[in-house]
């Protein structure tokens, strides 16, 4: 099946920075997800982002289909952006399943 | 609008027992997948239903199984409790295959 790798998997940053996450896919994918999980576990949608590029806010993200990657980019990071950051990526029609990474941990000190 | 709901949000259950999960989609999506996470790891694929019908099916044992009420709402079942059952368990709920939007989660402890 399909590997998805995020890297890295640990970033500290200060408040302010800005970060690159990275997300490596193993085959062609139909659907990819980024998601933003909180402290109390939920996941918040950032993106769905099968090709080209997007923005929002101070957020945006980048993928490469052809090369099998996707990038997260995060400007001027707040505390409230701590957490952990996931993409999730869906193989060919019909499998009907994301496949999530082992996911970005973000802490963003004040 | 009413995300995706899920009850309860935390459940401690024994070894041995059985436990029922609920998951109800957003308004209009026909389309209810249920993941597992466990602690340190990203979600993984359990079941996918669509319109009633399973459409996927993940790597776990017999346990498990889920079913599709004619209203789109969704039940996972788990029998037979391991301790390794802990988990996060979140329901998403999808318009056609596409973007999918994720519940709360129900926090399951077996203990």
């Known amino acids: 099946g399909i590997q998805v790798e995020q890297s890295p998997p640990d970033l500290i940053l200060q408040e302010g920075a800005n970060s690159t996450l990275r997300c490596n896919f193993s085959?062609?994918?139909?659907?990819l997800q980024w998601f933003h999980q909180n402290p109390w576990g939920q996941l918040i949608n950032l993106f769905y982002?099968?090709?080209g590029t997007k923005q929002n806010g101070r957020l945006s993200a980048t993928t490469v289909a052809t090369e099998r990657y996707s990038l997260l980019y995060i400007s001027s990071s707040q505390t409230t952006d701590s957490g952990v950051y996931f993409c999730?990526?869906?193989?060919?029609?019909?499998?009907?399943?994301?496949?999530f990474g082992t996911g970005t941990r973000l802490k963003v000190l004040a | 609008d009413a995300g995706v709901t899920q009850s309860p949000t935390h459940l401690i259950k024994t070894r041995g027992q059985h436990v029922t999960l609920r998951c109800s989609p957003i308004?209009?999506?026909?389309?209810v997948s249920w993941y597992q996470q466990v602690l340190g790891q990203g979600p993984q694929f359990i079941f996918q239903?669509?319109?009633?019908?399973?459409?996927g099916r993940g790597n776990f044992p017999d346990r498990f199984s889920a079913r599709q009420f004619p209203n789109y709402s969704s039940e996972l079942n788990v029998n037979a409790l391991l301790l390794g059952d802990s988990a996060l368990y979140l329901c998403?709920?999808?318009?056609?295959?596409?973007?999918?939007?994720f519940g709360q989660g129900t926090r399951l402890t077996v203990v």
């Open positions: 999730a990526v869906e193989g060919s029609i019909g499998t009907y399943k994301y496949i």
């Open positions: 308004s209009g999506h026909k389309s």
């Open positions: 239903y669509y319109e009633k019908e399973e459409r």
């Open positions: 998403a709920s999808s318009l056609s295959y596409r973007e999918a939007f």
């Open positions: 085959d062609s994918v139909n659907n």
């Open positions: 982002i099968p090709s």
